[in-house]
Structure formats: structure tokens, C-alpha cells
């Protein structure tokens, strides 16, 4: 089965990102996408490991000690197959990880919320559950994740789609008028 893409402004868009109904429920998944057991943290872009490094000492309150310390120690990010990412606690959870309740969740986004400092979090986190891979240019992908099924739920609930459900991210990492020509494109 060939998949459908819609191209704007030289940006690939899977046609899972349109058909796919997405809404996270934090209260089921326990922040799964921030606690992925893997080799490999967040995918970081240079100007965000500079964005991060600038703001690391106003992050400081909002990390767990055994973060910090490891941050301290091993930094917050590295470099694996050519790609920036940030680190992990004992190849799980990403190192800037903190938990309100049961529930994993960003001390950056915590932070850029409490208006400490102006980055809201690194966009590949922003745009999860799309992904962006690079062919010559940008292809935005819908990436399944088995901890992400009560989002597919509630998103069949509110009719949501992963597209408008990352309106912001894709906004911030696209702009505006790409978001709605990308959606007006969809939609012919």
C-alpha cells in the first residue's frame, strides 16, 4: 500500500498525521514519551543545546538531584550516529525528566511555563508523536508508540486529529501560514 503524502513549501506530510486521531491522556500514559527505554534521548538540534547550556542554571529547581548530578557529571546531551540528543537516566527516562505525582513530565516546559525562561522545549518533543526524518527536506511522519494507545482513544473522542493536536509545535517549527496551507491542502 503506496502512503499519500501532501508537500508544502518542500515539507513532506505522511497522510497518518491528517487520518490519525491523537489527544494525549497524561492520566494513562504517565508521560510514556519522556520515559522511553532506549539507547538514544531526544533528538537535539545545535541551536538548542545552546538555547539549554544559556538556561541550565534557571532549570536547576525544577530538575531531580540525581539529574542534576548527572547533568553535572556527563552533561545533558550527546552525540550519537551524528545526531545531538539529550541524555537519559539509566537509558530511560530523558534528564530533564521531573514527576508531579506519577506523572513523567518536561522541567524545561515546567520552567518556560512558570515564565523562568523563554524556551518551551526541545521541538522534537514539542511535535512528538510526529517525527521528522530528512530526504532532501523535512517528511513529518506519525510515529505509533504502544504507550501512546489511550491517546488514540481520547482522540477518537474528541475528534482530533495528530495535525491539529500539534498545531503549537507544528507552528513554532513551520510557522503559520505553512500550518494553514498545510491544512487547507489537506482538506481539497
Not at 497524561?26 to 545552546?50: F, H, I, Q, R
Not at 523563554?118 to 504507550?147: A, Q
Given at each position: 500500500m503506496?502512503?499519500k503524502?501532501i508537500?508544502?513549501?518542500?515539507?513532506?506530510v505522511?497522510s497518518?498525521?491528517?487520518?490519525t486521531?491523537?489527544?494525549?491522556?497524561?492520566e494513562k500514559?504517565k508521560g510514556?514519551?519522556?520515559?522511553?527505554?532506549?539507547?538514544?534521548g531526544?533528538?537535539l538540534?545545535?541551536?538548542?543545546?545552546?538555547?539549554?547550556?544559556?538556561?541550565?542554571?534557571?532549570?536547576?529547581?525544577?530538575?531531580p538531584?540525581?539529574?542534576?548530578?548527572?547533568?553535572?557529571r556527563?552533561g545533558?546531551?550527546?552525540?550519537k550516529q551524528?545526531q545531538?540528543?539529550?541524555?537519559?537516566?539509566?537509558?530511560?527516562?530523558?534528564?530533564?525528566?521531573?514527576?508531579?505525582?506519577?506523572?513523567?513530565k518536561?522541567?524545561?516546559?515546567?520552567?518556560?511555563?512558570d515564565?523562568?525562561?523563554?524556551?518551551r522545549?526541545?521541538?522534537?518533543c514539542h511535535?512528538?508523536p510526529?517525527?521528522?526524518s530528512?530526504?532532501?527536506?523535512?517528511?513529518l511522519?506519525y510515529e505509533?508508540y504502544e504507550?501512546?494507545?489511550?491517546?488514540?482513544e481520547?482522540?477518537?473522542?474528541?475528534?482530533?486529529?495528530?495535525?491539529e493536536?500539534?498545531?503549537?509545535?507544528?507552528?513554532?517549527a513551520f510557522?503559520?501560514l505553512?500550518?494553514?496551507?498545510?491544512?487547507d491542502?489537506n482538506?481539497?
Amino acid at each position: 500500500m503506496q502512503r499519500k503524502f501532501i508537500e508544502i513549501q518542500d515539507v513532506f506530510v505522511n497522510s497518518d498525521v491528517f487520518e490519525t486521531k491523537f489527544t494525549c491522556d497524561l492520566e494513562k500514559c504517565k508521560g510514556a514519551c519522556c520515559t522511553m527505554e532506549s539507547d538514544y534521548g531526544a533528538p537535539l538540534n545545535e541551536d538548542e543545546v545552546e538555547i539549554i547550556n544559556n538556561i541550565l542554571p534557571d532549570l536547576k529547581d525544577y530538575i531531580p538531584e540525581i539529574s542534576w548530578n548527572q547533568i553535572n557529571r556527563d552533561g545533558f546531551y550527546e552525540e550519537k550516529q551524528g545526531q545531538l540528543m539529550t541524555t537519559s537516566i539509566n537509558k530511560h527516562e530523558c534528564v530533564f525528566v521531573y514527576y508531579d505525582g506519577d506523572i513523567a513530565k518536561c522541567a524545561i516546559e515546567k520552567a518556560y511555563f512558570d515564565g523562568k525562561v523563554k524556551f518551551r522545549k526541545p521541538i522534537s518533543c514539542h511535535l512528538f508523536p510526529i517525527r521528522v526524518s530528512n530526504f532532501g527536506g523535512p517528511v513529518l511522519k506519525y510515529e505509533k508508540y504502544e504507550d501512546c494507545f489511550p491517546a488514540l482513544e481520547k482522540g477518537n473522542e474528541t475528534n482530533i486529529s495528530v495535525f491539529e493536536f500539534c498545531k503549537d509545535a507544528l507552528e513554532r517549527a513551520f510557522g503559520k501560514l505553512w500550518f494553514k496551507q498545510t491544512g487547507d491542502s489537506n482538506r481539497e
